[in-house]
């Protein structure tokens, strides 16, 4: 079964309303306040607002230069080829192209009156007013992405967690068989995430602290260290029983990966690890050697792995 979006419900409802109030007031070519409503409804307030600036602006040049160029060398079709020969290149100059086909329906009008007049001006701007005012008001209300984002929250602390303690589980025992398919799924999910908190934020004009938007940026900084930290693991021979207290951190903080802060709490648990970890004897052999390096490394990495986290929230519990 198909799904009607809120864009759908408002431009349906949006675009008779136009056509109603246009000719309610009795204004020429009415049925165009519909089509600048239509064009107008995005699927965010910023967005929203942005767009029926830039029609606007690009409405009133395009009157201003269709009103001089027709008057200037007559109401034929040539005519209209060159106003949108100098008009186009004023709004890409201007950074209001999205205003290019709105303007171009009021430039058309213009041709047809065959004349310019004050009336004229008038009737085309009331038109915008109407057909950007509505879809104004409708962008009023946008749907609350609060359950789709909490959804994906859930989804991307689940993988993370299993991510943790899969490596959690190979320093402990060796065993490669996890596939890393939970990666995989984490990027599509942050993909995601990224794009519902953009909208959030541009749904929320006057918030200054957007927190799933901070939070997933902060989930993406950590997932890029949770990437750099596999090559460093894949070249450690873990089937010795000295890197059972490394498994375990991570284990442990697979357990905890929640919005509510734990960094400072692992932190000091790692600080003890690395001073168990200086204490041992440095390895003789070269490969010993270099697969203490990476440990090292390691340790290094899951410590900006949950500074990160500390950063994003001071609280600790």
Not at 231 to 257: C, H, K, T, W
Request: aromatic letters at 8%.
């Amino acid at each position: 079964m198909f799904r009607i979006g809120s864009r759908t419900i408002k431009t349906a409802i949006g675009a008779p309303i136009s056509i109603f109030i246009a000719q309610l007031i009795g204004l020429d070519n009415f049925i165009s306040a519909a089509i600048l409503t239509i064009l107008c409804i995005k699927v965010t307030r910023r967005k929203s607002i942005l767009n029926a600036w830039y029609r606007f602006a690009a409405c009133i040049i395009g009157i201003a230069v269709s009103g001089i160029v027709f008057e200037t060398l007559g109401y034929m079709p040539i005519a209209v080829g060159i106003v949108l020969i100098i008009f186009i290149p004023i709004t890409v100059k201007l950074k209001i192209t999205e205003g290019v086909v709105t303007s171009s329906v009021i430039i058309l009008h213009v041709y047809g009156s065959n004349q310019i007049t004050l009336d004229l001006i008038i009737n085309e701007i009331v038109l915008l007013i109407v057909g950007l005012g509505v879809a104004l008001i409708l962008n009023l209300y946008m749907p609350s992405l609060e359950s789709n984002l909490e959804d994906v929250q859930k989804e991307v602390e689940k993988n993370f967690s299993i991510i943790l303690k899969e490596i959690g589980h190979f320093l402990k025992t060796g065993d490669h068989s996890w596939t890393g398919a939970e990666l995989t799924k984490v990027a599509q999910l942050l993909d995601q995430a990224n794009e519902l908190a953009s909208r959030d934020v541009e749904n929320h004009l006057l918030r200054s602290h957007h927190p799933y938007h901070h939070y997933f940026h902060m989930r993406q900084k950590q997932f890029e260290i949770l990437e750099r930290m596999l090559p460093l693991i894949s070249r450690i021979q873990a089937s010795r029983d000295e890197y059972e207290y490394i498994g375990e951190l991570f284990e442990d903080l697979s357990e905890n990966v929640q919005p509510k802060n734990t960094a400072v709490k692992y932190l000091e648990e790692l600080n003890q690890i690395r001073q168990q970890f200086n204490k041992e004897e440095l390895p003789t052999e070269r490969i010993a050697f270099e697969e203490r390096a990476n440990l090292y490394m390691l340790l290094n990495e899951i410590e900006q792995y949950l500074i990160l986290k500390r950063s994003y929230k001071k609280s600790d519990i």
